[in-house]
């Protein structure tokens, strides 16, 4: 089973800057790598799928990267609807289909 | 749109049964594998299960196997996760959600239901 691990656990941003998550593959998974927001009393939605292409009406200051073991989810800069918390997501071994354990993006 | 819709939760004692239930609408339910997700209060995602478009096969995560079944009547565009001796760990919202491969499995999910509350409790 593929375990991803998230850092940080928590960020605490103002709005307007950037943001920078990480998610690590205990496996190489290639580039079969999600990223979904989650935000209070919601549904989970997809924003990147395979490391780096937006998902369908996601904003551009969404960015992701990384391929292999180690990736990277960047919003560039944050807006107030963009405090969540972001999980990322392994399609490369199944099953199981893993999730990391999410990091929390807060407003200072 | 694409919309999911679950029902069935509740408050079910330990060693329990419950059937949960997740009616889809705006696509075609016969061409798409469904996923069943779970999320305990205050905790990440863990997922379930998944069944083929066509019902053909299904696969499940250790934490659940040879306890709940997964399910679909693509007749009645609803999709079933069936679970038995229920466990204070099973307490979890159950969301369904959508693989986005066309009659193939991708492992990607992008469309989900709201959530269904389970509560294993006495």
């Known amino acids: 089973e593929v375990v991803l691990t998230q850092s940080p656990a928590t960020l605490s941003l103002s709005p307007g800057e950037r943001a920078t998550l990480s998610c690590r593959a205990s496996q190489s998974v290639g580039t079969y790598l999600a990223w979904y927001q989650q935000k209070p009393g919601q549904a989970p939605r997809v924003l990147i799928y395979?490391?780096?292409n937006r998902a369908t009406d996601i904003p551009d200051r969404f960015s992701g990267g990384g391929s292999g073991t180690d990736f990277t989810l960047t919003i560039s800069s944050l807006e107030p609807e963009d405090f969540a918390v972001y999980y990322c997501?392994?399609?490369?071994?199944?099953?199981?289909?893993?999730f990391g354990g999410g990091t929390k993006v807060e407003i200072k | 749109q694409e919309q999911l819709v679950e029902s069935g939760g509740g408050v079910v004692q330990p060693g329990r049964s419950l059937r949960l239930s997740c009616a889809a609408s705006g696509f075609t339910f016969s061409n798409y594998g469904i996923h069943w997700v779970r999320q305990a209060p205050g905790k990440g995602l863990e997922w379930v299960a998944v069944i083929l478009h066509d019902g053909t096969n299904e696969y499940y995560a250790d934490s659940v196997k040879g306890r709940f079944t997964i399910s679909r009547d693509n007749s009645k565009n609803t999709l079933y996760l069936q679970m038995h001796s229920l466990r204070g760990e099973d307490t979890a919202k159950y969301y369904c959600?959508?693989?986005?491969?066309?009659?193939?499995?991708?492992?990607?999910?992008?469309?989900w239901g709201q959530g269904a509350l389970v509560t294993v409790s006495s």
């Open positions: 997501q392994q399609r490369s071994d199944w099953p199981p289909l893993t």
């Open positions: 395979d490391a780096s």
């Open positions: 959600a959508r693989d986005s491969g066309l009659r193939v499995l991708e492992w990607l999910l992008d469309h």
